[in-house]
């Protein structure tokens, strides 16, 4: 019952409590464009292109994972 309501509790609180995130985009675009020197914005689109990766690398690790374990449960049989 403890377990069940602890599970409900986390729900919740990533389901509706946000915090607020104040969006930087247009602070990059003033500075990149302000910027003669070339290797600020290349760094940025790099930090950028990591940012969006690193969920899709993690995902899949997991979904790996799970196939891997899957696969020997499978076999044992």
């Known amino acids: 019952m403890i377990n069940s309501r ?3 509790l986390v729900i ?3 389901l509706f409590v946000s915090l607020n995130a ?6 990059c675009r003033a500075v ?6 070339q290797s ?3 760094g ?15 995902i899949g690790g997991i979904l790996f994972y799970i196939y891997k ?3 020997k449960k499978t076999k044992a049989n």
């Open 69 to 71: 374990t899957y696969s």
């Open 6 to 8: 602890r599970k409900l």
């Open 40 to 42: 600020t914005a290349e």
């Open 44 to 58: 940025i689109n790099n930090g950028i292109i990591y940012l969006m990766a690193i969920p899709y690398v993690l």
């Open 12 to 14: 919740f609180l990533v």
């Open 22 to 27: 104040e969006g930087q985009c247009a602070m």
């Open 32 to 37: 990149l464009e302000s910027g003669e020197d």
